[in-house]
């Protein structure tokens, strides 16, 4: 016998089938993780005061001091992780650098007017403005915009300022640079209505495109940053007490403030999870078993595995259900009785040509899944005048291997999903030692 090929098709309806099995399973597995969760979501709303009650004073002041520095370090890294710098290609920056020359007549003014520049340029008005103006967040701004001096107060008394402005958008880099020359014209008109006489005049406006690698390096800071303040927060809870343990997570969990609908999401979750699980044990047993099994199945090659034709399938008596349908779809689907008669007229028409006056109908365990079919075949044989005998398993049974001496021909009948390949084999090697010939088989679903 040669080996049967795996059949995707015949694979997918012997799971499909077992279709309860799986249910039962996902209803299990639902279950088990949906009680998982509520008694995990039950331990966690013990609320701080409770937890905290059999701590010292200095015992809660430290957990509260660790608590503290990590809201700090959330809200820094929430921060970060949406700022403009961390999510900038350093090979795709759009640059645009404004330069500017202050000018005094008078040194004994020079610092002054240089101070107050570095004042209007450095503090929180400044950076302020330009997100006013330009709807950037104060944070991004201070890492886009960077300033810069040169030549401060050498023998001209100029001061050379430099405003290098980065965007990964150049219309924005551009627009947050014009914003800057609106804020300096005010602050030179404010300045000099304060006595400084000064000139402040524009000696370089340029936009270009190219690699920073000062963005690669600063969002390396960052993160080493992130990761030596995770560290600290990792050392710090290593070293609770079990009780300071439980005050801490009960803080955290009070902070976060789970609401109703976040904890039917987290246990609609969890019972998905559990559905799944349920299913991808069920399918890997029932893949396995068809695997390993060997079981015939209703689209084998008969003749190429065991020498000998297919009579016929006889249908099962769940024909009008839904997956028999869908697996003949494309076929005629034949109800139990026509394929029974289909089946008989041509075992009639074989016996009447060769003039044979008694079979037997053989199979593996026919009397346990076969025996109504088995009755049937010889009922409308039977009219006919056709003598046929049922003959169990005749490997394991003396009555059976008398009864098999007693026919002239055989006629296999054996159940998809239940027959064993192998063993229909050794039947069939078996019937023709003893010199009788096998005229078919013949497959109930």
Not at 185 to 199: C, R, T, V
Request: with cysteine; charged share 30%.
């Amino acid at each position: 016998m040669k080996e049967a090929e795996i059949s995707i098709k015949g694979l997918f309806f012997y799971i499909l089938k077992h279709w309860k099995s799986i249910m039962l399973a996902m209803l299990i597995g639902a279950v088990a993780l949906g009680v998982f969760s509520a008694e995990r979501s039950a331990k966690s709303t013990v609320s701080s005061e409770e937890a905290g009650a059999s701590l010292t004073d200095s015992e809660r002041a430290y957990v509260e001091s660790v608590y503290d520095y990590l809201n700090e370090l959330r809200a820094v890294n929430e921060t970060r992780r949406e700022s403009r710098i961390m999510n900038m290609d350093l090979e795709n920056v759009f640059k645009t650098e404004l330069t500017y020359m202050i000018s005094v007549d008078d040194s004994e003014n020079m610092e002054g007017v240089e101070q107050a520049y570095k004042h209007y340029l450095s503090g929180t008005e400044f950076l302020g403005y330009i997100s006013r103006e330009t709807g950037i967040d104060i944070i991004d701004i201070s890492d886009l915009v960077n300033i810069s001096y040169e030549n401060s107060r050498d023998a001209a008394c100029n001061t050379v300022v430099k405003i290098m402005i980065i965007s990964a958008d150049k219309s924005e880099a551009e627009k947050m640079a014009q914003v800057i020359k609106t804020y300096l014209n005010e602050k030179n008109d404010e300045l000099f209505q304060s006595g400084y006489q000064h000139e402040i005049s524009e000696i370089g406006d340029s936009t270009y495109q190219g690699t920073d690698l000062t963005i690669k390096n600063r969002q390396l800071q960052y993160l080493q940053e992130v990761q030596s303040r995770n560290k600290t927060i990792m050392d710090a809870e290593k070293a609770f007490k079990d009780a300071q343990k439980t005050y801490y997570d009960s803080l955290v969990n009070d902070s976060e403030e789970i609401s109703d609908l976040a904890r039917i999401k987290q246990f609609a979750k969890y019972i998905s999870l559990g559905m799944f699980m349920g299913a991808f044990v069920m399918f890997g047993i029932y893949f396995l078993t068809y695997i390993l099994a060997n079981r015939l199945d209703e689209d084998d090659d008969v003749e190429g595995l065991f020498g000998t034709y297919l009579i016929g399938i006889i249908t099962g008596k769940d024909y009008s259900k839904a997956i028999n349908k869908l697996r003949h779809i494309g076929k005629k689907l034949l109800e139990y009785d026509e394929s029974v008669r289909l089946v008989s007229t041509k075992i009639k028409m074989t016996v009447q040509k060769e003039g044979i006056t008694k079979i037997g109908i053989l199979g593996c365990g026919i009397n346990k899944y076969n025996e109504k079919v088995a009755n049937d075949i010889i009922a409308a044989l039977a009219k006919d005048g056709v003598d046929v005998v049922i003959i169990d398993e005749p490997t394991c049974d003396s009555s059976s291997v008398e009864k098999l001496l007693e026919v002239e021909r055989v006629i296999f009948l054996e159940k998809a999903g239940v027959a064993y390949r192998t063993e229909i084999q050794r039947e069939m090697e078996m019937v023709k030692k003893y010199g009788i010939k096998v005229d078919g088989l013949i497959i109930s679903e």
